[in-house]
């Protein structure tokens, strides 16, 4: 009985011996003639008819994708057919990918899932291909006509079952796109894929339950307003038996200047926590005037891992609430996905935010001129302002007993352009930053291998496959200069990479950037530091003497 | 099969073109399919692009590829994160023109004790470049017969082409080249087993006829002379709607000019598009402005979203209990 995930030293055999595409080695037939198998470790559960039936969505019903019958609804292919098609007349996106691509095949090893794998249909050219295959065939005249001549096939349950599994081994990272000499972005085939799946009732629930969560209570993780106000007040207390500084953060309120969004996972999860204690202590470092609030209570959107309108519906609390508590503009935390719609999407979908004003930090008076219309502003930017006009009081010494490298997420580096901000603050609150090596980092840089709703814990075999692009860009920095943290500004990243590098690099933890600002943070009234916001011991140094290295 | 069944039609093409010809079809091949294929070529063409752009592009979706615009004092890339019009217009212009996104291309390889390494691989940038302006240049070239004074742009790029000055009549660089490149670009989705696979007849056909292309207009040049001055009239004919098929240019004369004919015909409904496609791509043609300027989606849809309002009714005991404001005591 195999285990999920393999044992390491299976996979790592697996990688060294067993013949593989990745390796040059040919499967000995065509993709399409590759059956499709379910097994433990590389399905998600489906998701459960209450919360199918509280989304009002298609079919809602028990199965399993194991199983051989998905019980589909009768007429499901046309469903499926018709919502293309009205896709192809919405999304150019969509239409264009359908057509031009000319399988040069320079995306073909660029995707995390088919270096993990070396798996044929995680080349992001065939995982378009299977849609692509269905589209000739029902939409293109040669397809009509030429059929498996020209590579279409025509709709059928196993495709739609090929399609579960491959849209799901997708993160919508959009690293093959930076490679595409037309641009051609795999995530835009996957959000229509999963577009049509979820038409068809097949739905995972790491995903959906999520939705319907963050639908009624505002957050993903479905935790009512009291208790996200009595988890937020004990992280609170922790900071002040830490530090012996007070931090009062206020929720809902009315009036307050910044309304600050976050991934639920900051507040819930560990290592998370630690993240949102450091934003507290900044807050309270240089006085800012903000509100959280229990509605607006996620800032991650898993209705973008479901389709467009879900995305809209989800986001809509962010603006909504804004407008209520009358605040002038809003600061987000950090997280992946977050970022994608917030600057690529939020705008287009639920603006004009003409409520509010145009950020400016009233720390610095700083005008955040690039979130003029969106009023919305990351909050790496925000704080490499903060510090670039030298407003904080940083010790980076105590985080001297970390060795840190920097994991750009792919929203955030290929979805908005944001490389050097995080670098910044990471250089000015820790003194030991490595890079990994070229070809993984920055717009090049490959997903934790669990985003896009992915990081659930049936599904570990294939998650650990995914993330092994990465986890090897990190061993290489382990061994060289004895990395021991990896820092990431994503909250998928700091659920889903802890568990990758205890599978793959065992002794190196994950951090959010503002876990390290909150540790170097030199606060008014505090208490002599000696353990770091995990209550890890801090490297002995003075404490007098300079508190801060030049910047670079 | 996937090669074997374009390889057949394209020669089936040529035979078709020698055999009518053979055969006293001067008229059909010279004159009617010319302009049919033509015709084609022009309304198929359109009519993608139109198809395509009725399609609208609902959200701002660049792939950054560098530092976006951000604080004053942070370097921001243009050219791969542009954030607005001239940036896009300098990052459409390196990729149409030099095939930027290419120029990346990176192989990687699992090492022997399961590390993942990554090589740069520009070979197939090169062979991409070197065919494309190959191409472009040949065409260009061809303008000669279209006119009875040679334009004096056609006559440098002549020149320049010609460089060599070996073989006569001059071998033509560009000639060489495309060969190569093409006959690489066959090669090398037969020669790796990720391209064998990903590879579709459709890919092989417009490579096998283009190449026929080459090698007829190529043995027209430098082995089997045929008479440029029957050529001429008939492009004259042509360009002028007063076309008379003339007698004898020479049977590889309308093989050459017949698989251009199929070249133009096929073009619009395949893969080929690319070269119109590739301007319209979301991904690249948008500037990464949209937290400073709003971008429309025209079918923006209406979404029933849960209000605070209806959030407040479920939770307002517990709230009111837990100290959070209201809005509503009872």
Known sequence: ?552 | MKVIYPLIAVVFLGAIAFAGVSAGLDYLFGVIIPYFSLLIFLVGFIWRIYDWVKSPVPFRIPTTCGQAKSLEWIKKDELESPSGFWGVVGRMSLEVLFFRSLFRNTKAEMTPNANLAYGSSKWLWIAGLVFHWSLLVIVLRHYRFFLSAVPGFVEMLESTDGFLQVTLPTLYITDLLVVLSATFLVLRRLASAQMRIISLSTDYFPLFLILAIVFSGISMRYLEKVDIVAVKLLIHGLTSFSAEAPGEIGAIFYVHLFLVCVLAMYFPSSKLMHMGGVFLSPTRNLANNSREKRHINPWNPEVKIRTYAEYEDEFREKMIKADLPVEKTE
């Open chain 1, 1 to 552: 009985m195999k285990t999920n995930p393999p044992e390491l030293s299976e996979l790592t055999a697996e990688y060294e011996l067993a013949p593989s595409l990745l390796k040059g080695d040919s499967p000995g037939r065509e993709w399409l003639d590759i059956p499709v198998v379910f097994q433990d470790g590389n399905w998600c559960h489906a998701a459960k008819p209450d919360v199918i039936e509280s989304l009002g969505f298609n079919n809602p019903r028990k199965w399993s994708p194991e199983n051989e019958d998905w019980q589909l609804e009768k007429g499901w292919q046309k469903i499926v057919l018709d919502g293309m098609k009205e896709r192809l007349g919405q999304f150019r996106s969509f239409k264009l990918f359908m057509d031009i691509c000319v399988r040069c095949g320079a995306c073909s090893d660029k995707c995390h899932f088919f270096l993990g794998s070396g798996d044929p249909k995680n080349m992001p050219v065939v995982r378009a291909e299977l849609l692509r295959s269905v589209y000739r065939h029902e939409f293109t005249w040669s397809g009509k006509l030429l059929k498996g001549i020209v590579g279409a096939r025509p709709l059928t349950e196993e495709v739609l079952k090929e399609w579960f599994m491959y849209f799901h081994q997708c993160t919508e990272c959009r690293r093959c796109s930076v490679f595409c000499p037309f641009g051609i972005d795999t995530a835009e085939v996957t959000l229509v894929g999963r577009e049509l799946l979820n038409l068809a009732g097949a739905n995972i629930n790491w995903i959906s339950k999520p939705v319907s969560d963050s639908t009624r209570t505002g957050n993903h993780l479905g935790i009512e307003p009291h208790t996200f106000k009595s988890v937020v007040e004990s992280l609170a207390e922790d900071i002040e038996d830490q530090t012996g500084v007070t931090v009062n953060p206020t929720f809902n309120r009315k009036g307050a200047e910044i309304l600050f969004i976050t991934p639920s996972g900051d507040i819930f999860g560990d290592p998370g926590i630690y993240t949102m204690m450091g934003y507290m202590i900044l807050f309270e470092h240089i006085g800012l005037d903000y509100t959280l609030s229990t509605y607006a209570s996620e800032g991650g959107n898993f209705g973008y891992f479901t389709s467009n309108q879900t995305t809209k519906k989800l986001n809509a609390k962010m603006y909504h609430e804004a407008e209520r508590l009358g605040v002038k503009w809003i600061l987000g935390g950090e997280c992946g996905h977050m970022w994608r719609v917030v600057h690529q999407y939020m705008d287009t979908m639920n603006g004009p935010a003409d409520f509010l004003e145009e950020p400016f930090s009233p720390i610095t008076g700083t005008k955040f001129r690039n979130a003029t219309s969106t009023k919305m502003v990351h909050i790496a930017e925000f704080t490499a302002d903060l510090i670039h006009q030298d407003k904080l009081k940083l010790d980076p010494r105590r985080n001297d007993h970390l060795k840190t490298t920097f994991h750009d997420s792919c929203n955030i580096a290929r979805g908005m352009g944001m490389l050097e901000e995080p670098r910044y603050v990471l250089r000015n609150v820790c003194n030991s930053f490595n890079e990994m090596p070229e070809h993984t980092i920055r717009e090049e840089t490959f997903c934790c291998g669990s985003g896009s709703g992915l990081n659930t814990d049936e599904y570990m075999d294939i998650r650990m496959r995914g993330g092994f692009p990465r986890a090897s860009a990190v061993k290489h920095v382990k061994d060289k200069y004895d990395v021991n943290a990896l820092v990431a500004i994503c909250a998928i990243d700091r659920a889903s990479l802890p568990p990758l590098m205890n599978y793959w690099n065992p002794g190196v933890s994950v951090y959010g950037l503002h876990e390290l600002v909150g540790n170097a943070l030199v606060m008014e009234g505090e208490n002599e530091r000696t353990e770091d916001l995990r209550e890890d011991e801090m490297v002995d140094f003075e404490p007098e003497g300079p508190v801060r290295e030049e910047d670079e």
